[in-house]
């Protein structure tokens, strides 16, 4: 299993802060691991949020319901809650 330095969920100061109320998942009143794999560099976790929330916006091609529905079924499948 690997193992990754990440700044602890209670503690998300400094350019952290403002970005931990955009990533928490507020069912589960934490930040998942994908994104607080990003937590020793703010900018990468504002990059990845980013990059995430572009690609749920949906396209010409595939509407929001219909990406949602795939991430849905992919993390079903890989048995992962979020």
Not at 2 to 31: C, K, Q
Not at 46 to 57: E, I, K, T, V
């Amino acid at each position: 299993m690997a193992w990754i330095e990440r700044v602890p969920d209670d503690n998300w100061s400094g350019d952290l802060e403002p970005l931990r109320e955009r990533v928490v998942d507020r069912d589960a009143n934490r930040i998942d691991n994908i994104m607080s794999v990003h937590s020793l560099n703010a900018a990468s976790v504002a990059a990845h949020d980013a990059l995430y929330r572009s690609a749920m916006a949906g396209t010409k091609t595939l509407r929001k319901v219909e990406r949602e529905l795939i991430a849905y079924i992919v993390s079903d499948i890989n048995d992962c809650h979020y």
